[in-house]
Every structure is written in structure tokens, then in C-alpha cells.
């Protein structure tokens, strides 16, 4: 990085802190669908907002995106409410631990052990614990991905699908070396930075486009949605090529002409994330062409993740 983009990049940092701050608070104290819950994890305590269902139904566990800075358990509640009706599954949206203050490891940790708590108490929740999988979009997907692939390295892969929404899995390639799209700009150097400090980005655990064969075997069922217009589309179009070739079943598309995050916005946003929203997404909720591709993308996941039927 020259001395000119470094300059840009510890500017963006400073700018972006008060950005944070209006949506932490927001995240608080908007009014959601869901029911807000405190899960205790060894040592820490982290919000959860549930959506349940009728029945003893299978759980999906969600992570928002917002480049491990920004974004919230309670942010885009009609997304995962629509999750939770369309595809008759409980959702557990999970605020794990974020940027500035946490590394990619507390966040890691947070994806994993939020996982064993809610298996081990699944009575508690109402939902089949033989039945969990893991969503989220962005850096949600990444924390969903990295939750399976430590999971798999430790012997307890408990996982039915991973269901990824344009994930953004590469933390070591420039930025600027992603080529076009929705998301590019000197804001992924922050992301970058805040998320991996000065550790290897290429640690699978990090970046798991970066994982061997070896260590991607035995990954639950793949479901990925990638966005057209989108700087991250590439590396998770090589993710879903290493699961494959590591005898994963993957299932991918790519929404056409869609902008990065066009899934969260697609079934609706609160009045508090209108201003969080770029300006290419508003403009394809305003014609409705980003409603009609979250409806598919949620075919798409029906069609192909593994959802037992036997409580509906």
C-alpha cells in the first residue's frame, strides 16, 4: 500500500467510528419481529434474536454481514423472519463479538461456541438439534463457512448445510486486486485491518479460500448465492470450486446484475437502516428487481439445502 492510499485508509478509520456507533445503538433499541435473548458463553455474554416456528423444526443459525464493523443480531430482523416463515425453520440471529475492539479469533469463537450452547439447549429453544445449519451474507457467510470449518478441525461437524450469500472469504488478496463491483473501495483495507491485525490472512480460519482439500473434507452440504455486481463474486466462485473438490456438496448461483447485499434488503429494511443502504441497492428495491431475486435466492435454498419435512 503507498503512502497515499495508507493516509485514505486511517482516514476512513477515524470516520467510520462514529458510523458504528449510530449503528450499535441503533441495533438496541429498534423494534424487531424476533425476541431478543443473552446467551452465556465462558466468560461472555452475546445477544441473540430468535424467530421460532411451529413444531420441532430444524435451526438455522444466522450471522449478519458488515465487514466484521458494522451490523448487528437485530439489523435486517425482516430477512431473517422471512428465512424463518418461507423456509419453516428456526432462526438464530447471533451478535458475535466486532471490530475494533475483537480479532478474527473472538469472532471465530463466537460462531462455534454459540453453536454448542444452542445444540446443547435445544429443548430450551423448541427446535431438532440432529438439525442445524449456518447462514449469513458477506462477512456473515465468512463467519458461518470459518464456524463448519473449525467444527471440522475439531472432530464435530454437527452442521446440515452452510448457506452462504456472496461470502466474503479472501482477507489476504489487495483489495483493489478484486476488480469491479459494489463493494470495492479503500473500506476493504479497513475491514482488512481491523479484522485480522497483524496476523497471516492466510490462515484457513481467516481466509478459508486459502484451505486444503485435507481440511475442507467432510464440510456440510453448500449452498452459495453469489451477486452479479460484486467484487467478491471470484473468491466465492473459487470457494465453492475447493469444497467441490474436496467432495462437498455444493450447490451455486449467481443473481444477475444484483449488487452486494441484495439479500438482506430484499424482504424489507427498518427506517434505521435506510441510511446504512448504498445507493445501488435502494435503487433496485425502489424497481423491485431486489425483492424479486431474494424470493429466488430463497428458492434456490429450498431447492437445495437439506431441510428435514417432518415437522411441517
Not at 411451529?54 to 431473517?80: H, Q, R, S, T, V
Not at 454437527?158 to 488478496?173: E, G, I, R, S
Not at 463493494?183 to 485480522?196: A, D, K, R
Not at 445507493?279 to 437445495?304: C, H, N, Q, W
Request: charged content about 25%.
Amino acid at each position: 500500500m503507498d503512502a497515499k492510499m495508507r493516509e485514505i485508509v486511517d482516514n476512513i478509520k477515524q470516520e467510520l467510528m462514529g458510523e458504528v456507533e449510530k449503528m450499535e445503538e441503533a441495533n438496541r433499541v429498534m423494534e424487531i419481529d424476533g425476541t431478543r435473548y443473552k446467551l452465556p458463553l465462558n466468560g461472555r455474554t452475546l445477544d441473540m434474536v430468535y424467530y421460532p416456528v411451529e413444531g420441532k423444526a430444524p435451526l438455522f443459525i444466522g450471522f449478519y454481514g458488515g465487514g466484521f464493523l458494522f451490523g448487528g443480531c437485530a439489523m435486517n430482523d425482516y430477512m431473517w423472519k422471512a428465512i424463518s416463515e418461507k423456509l419453516h425453520v428456526n432462526v438464530a440471529s447471533i451478535g458475535y463479538r466486532k471490530s475494533p475492539h475483537y480479532m478474527w479469533r473472538d469472532v471465530v469463537a463466537d460462531g462455534y461456541d454459540s453453536a454448542v450452547y444452542l445444540k446443547e439447549h435445544a429443548d430450551d429453544y423448541g427446535f431438532d438439534p440432529e438439525q442445524i445449519s449456518l447462514i449469513g451474507g458477506s462477512a456473515g457467510a465468512s463467519l458461518a463457512t470459518r464456524t463448519a470449518l473449525y467444527a471440522n478441525m475439531q472432530g464435530n461437524m454437527f452442521f446440515k448445510n452452510q448457506l452462504l450469500m456472496y461470502p466474503f472469504v479472501d482477507c489476504a488478496t489487495d483489495p483493489l486486486a478484486k476488480g469491479k463491483g459494489s463493494l470495492e473501495g479503500p473500506i476493504m483495507y479497513v475491514f482488512n485491518e481491523f479484522h485480522c491485525g497483524d496476523d497471516d490472512p492466510t490462515q484457513p480460519l481467516i481466509s478459508p479460500v486459502y484451505a486444503s482439500v485435507d481440511e475442507l473434507k467432510g464440510m456440510p452440504n453448500t449452498v452459495i448465492v453469489l451477486a452479479d455486481n460484486d467484487n467478491l463474486k471470484a473468491e466465492g466462485q473459487k470457494y465453492g470450486e475447493l469444497l467441490a473438490a474436496a467432495d462437498v456438496p455444493v450447490h451455486m448461483t449467481c443473481m444477475e446484475g444484483m449488487p452486494h447485499g441484495f439479500f438482506e434488503s430484499g424482504f424489507g429494511v427498518r427506517g434505521e437502516e435506510l441510511e446504512f443502504l448504498g445507493e445501488d441497492v435502494l435503487r433496485g428495491m425502489e424497481d423491485g428487481t431486489i425483492p424479486a431475486k431474494a424470493e429466488e435466492s430463497i428458492e434456490f435454498i429450498r431447492k437445495y439445502a437439506v431441510i428435514s419435512r417432518d415437522c411441517e
